[in-house]
């Protein structure tokens, strides 16, 4: 992601410094034609520092740069664990935290183009963001939806939410719950292949053409139609695969422990 949105804010046109320590890094910012610079360098009267950077070091390197940023800087975090993990500097009221992350472009969309159909991750596509002013001036939160919708762009739509809102959606709604269902249906695809010897294509292609539809179904995209076998097979299979708690994964405690465990490697 940090690439991607390098490029984005370059080709927007903002003076942009690109702080990059990794050879790998490097050598990809120079394909992409932008130079790196150093810290010392990179942070001389910024205004904004985008921290596009693994969740369990971003506290680490906020501690570090925090003494080199005027009061009023923002920093701009691309996801919420780290600030609801409280890995932000706490002696810096004068900073502004942002945090905002990109929806991806969605299964249903109006994309003619070929590159935007295949787009899964956003660049190309069309998709819609969230953003939160964790602290700082109210007026602050402009800039930084400015500055998220010229990363992310093209954007439909930016949702306002708080920090908590923006962590119960990720990691919790689209890594803890969603993705971990994608993962068993793949194991469940798995399963129909080698304990019942059915082809692995034709349970692949059979459950994700379902998938159209029951999405299309559930989420309001084509009317709710399923019969009503169907809808008591949902309430058998859910006493089969679904723990009656499991709405407890979206609660802020569980969220916490997640953002725990993903900035520091531990539930506390």
């Given at each position: ?7 984005k ?5 903002y003076d942009l410094?690109?702080?990059?320590i990794?050879d790998l890094?490097?050598?990809?910012l ?7 610079t150093t ?9 904004i520092?985008v921290m596009?950077?693994p969740d ?5 390197v906020?501690?570090?740069?925090e003494?080199q940023?005027a009061s009023?800087t ?5 996801d ?8 932000l500097?706490k002696?810096?009221p004068?900073l502004?935290?942002f945090?905002?992350?990109?929806c991806h472009?969605?299964?249903y969309n ?7 159909r ?15 002013l964790?602290?700082g001036?109210e ?11 010229a990363m ?6 930016t949702h306002?939410?708080?920090?908590e ?5 990720e ?5 803890m719950l969603?993705?971990c269902?994608?993962?068993?249906m ?7 292949e080698?304990?019942y ?5 034709a349970?692949?292609d059979?459950?994700i ?21 169907a809808l ?7 006493s089969k695969i679904m ?7 979206l ?10 465990l ?6 506390s």
């Amino acid at each position: 992601m940090g690439l991607r949105v390098t490029k984005k804010l370059f080709e927007s046109g903002y003076d942009l410094r690109a702080i990059e320590i990794g050879d790998l890094g490097r050598k990809r910012l120079a394909e992409a034609g932008l130079a790196a610079t150093t810290i010392i360098d990179g942070l001389k009267d910024v205004q904004i520092v985008v921290m596009a950077l693994p969740d369990n070091i971003i506290g680490t390197v906020a501690a570090e740069i925090e003494s080199q940023l005027a009061s009023g800087t923002m920093l701009l975090i691309l996801d919420a664990a780290a600030p609801y993990a409280d890995a932000l500097p706490k002696n810096r009221p004068d900073l502004t935290y942002f945090v905002g992350h990109p929806c991806h472009p969605p299964l249903y969309n109006d994309e003619t183009e070929w590159a935007a159909r295949r787009d899964y991750h956003g660049g190309v596509a069309k998709q819609a963001i969230v953003c939160a002013l964790m602290q700082g001036p109210e007026e602050h939160y402009a800039v930084g939806v400015e500055i998220c919708e010229a990363m992310w762009s093209p954007v439909t739509k930016t949702h306002r939410v708080t920090v908590e809102q923006l962590a119960i959606l990720e990691p919790g709604l689209s890594e803890m719950l969603a993705m971990c269902m994608v993962d068993v249906m793949t194991e469940a695809v798995d399963e129909c292949e080698k304990s019942y010897g059915i082809d692995r294509q034709a349970a692949k292609d059979f459950l994700i053409g379902h998938l159209n539809v029951e999405i299309a179904m559930w989420f309001g995209y084509s009317p709710k139609v399923p019969s009503d076998a169907a809808l008591r097979l949902l309430q058998f299979g859910k006493s089969k695969i679904m723990q009656p708690n499991w709405r407890e994964a979206l609660s802020p405690k569980v969220i916490r422990q997640a953002s725990d465990l993903i900035v520091h490697g531990k539930i506390s």
